[in-house]
C-alpha cells in the first residue's frame, strides 16, 4: 500500500526539515511505501536525509519546458532527475481550479516528466461540486483523452493516477453539495480502471484522495481498486499521520 504525504504550500524549510525527521522516526511497516511531494525549496534536502530509508520524494510540479532555457521561474523534469528525485506529481485538483491549469498543459508536462525518467502521480477528478455522476464520468473521460492522446501503453510504465473528487474535499465544495458515498467513488474508480485497459491494454496503480470515514477507508482498501491513499492536511501532524499509518497496516 502507498502513502503520499502532500505537504502543499504549507511548511517552510526548517519546517519541513522537522517532519522529515519525525517521519524518520515512525516505525513504518514494510507493507506501506511512503512517498513525500514537498517544496521545491527543500527536495535537494529531504532526498540526502531520506536515502536509504524507504521514504521516495516527489516534486509537486515541474514545468512543460523539456529543457533549460529562457523559462524564468521555471524547474525542468531534467533539474528534478539531477537533484535525485524520484517523481512528480502533475494535474492536481487544486492546480487546475485555483491556477487555471489546461489538459493540454498537463500533457506537456507529462511529456517532460515522463521523458526524463521521473515516475508522475497524475491527477484526475471531477472539478463540479454538485455535478450529476455521470457528468463526473464525462469530465474524467474527456481529461484523460485529452492528456494522453499522444502516448502509447509503453510510455506509461511509470504513471500512477492519483484519484480527487471535489464532492469529497470539504474545502472545496458548499454545504449543499452532496459529497460521493463509498459505492459512488467504487463505480468512479472501476471507470478509471477499465478506460486504461480498453485504451491501453494495460493497468495504472490508482491512489485515492479526500476525506474518509474510518469503515470507508477499510471499504476502499478491500476493494482492491486503489493501491494506496493521497493525504494532505493529516500528513503535516506527525500525530495524526502516525495514526493513518498505524490504520492502513492493519488492513
Not at 92 to 110: A, D, M, P
Not at 124 to 136: A, E, H, I, L
Not at 165 to 182: A, F, M, P, Q, T
Request: hydrophobic fraction near 45%; glycine fraction near 8%; proline fraction near 2%.
Amino acid at each position: 500500500m502507498i502513502v503520499v504525504a502532500n505537504w502543499k504550500m504549507n511548511l517552510d524549510f526548517k519546517q519541513s526539515l522537522k517532519l522529515a525527521d519525525q517521519y524518520l522516526a515512525l516505525d513504518l511497516p514494510a507493507s506501506l511505501k511512503i512517498i513525500v511531494l514537498a517544496s521545491d525549496l527543500v527536495l535537494q534536502d529531504l532526498v540526502i536525509k531520506f536515502k536509504g530509508s524507504g521514504i521516495s520524494v516527489f516534486a509537486q510540479d515541474c514545468s512543460r519546458f523539456p529543457d533549460q532555457g529562457s523559462y524564468t521561474g521555471e524547474i525542468s523534469a531534467k533539474q528534478l532527475k539531477k537533484l535525485g528525485v524520484n517523481g512528480v506529481l502533475l494535474g492536481h485538483l487544486e492546480r487546475r481550479l485555483h491556477l487555471g491549469e489546461s489538459n493540454s498543459l498537463i500533457s506537456s508536462k507529462l511529456k517532460s516528466a515522463l521523458s526524463s525518467n521521473l515516475k508522475v502521480m497524475l491527477g484526475v477528478g471531477d472539478t463540479v461540486p454538485g455535478q450529476s455522476f455521470k457528468g463526473d464520468i464525462e469530465e474524467m473521460d474527456e481529461q484523460l483523452s485529452a492528456i494522453l492522446h499522444s502516448f502509447n501503453a509503453s510510455e506509461l510504465d511509470d504513471l500512477m493516477l492519483a484519484y480527487e473528487s471535489v464532492n469529497s474535499i470539504s474545502s472545496l465544495r458548499s454545504d449543499s453539495d452532496k459529497e460521493d458515498d463509498l459505492d459512488q467513488i467504487l463505480m468512479k474508480l472501476e471507470f478509471l480502471n477499465s478506460w486504461f485497459e480498453k485504451r491501453f491494454q494495460i493497468k495504472v496503480p490508482i491512489l485515492y484522495g479526500g476525506s474518509l470515514e474510518a469503515e470507508d477507508l477499510k471499504g476502499l482498501a478491500h476493494s482492491g481498486m486503489v493501491k494506496g491513499f493521497l493525504v494532505g492536511r493529516n500528513s503535516l501532524s506527525i500525530k495524526d499521520f502516525k495514526l493513518i499509518i498505524k490504520a492502513l497496516a492493519l488492513l
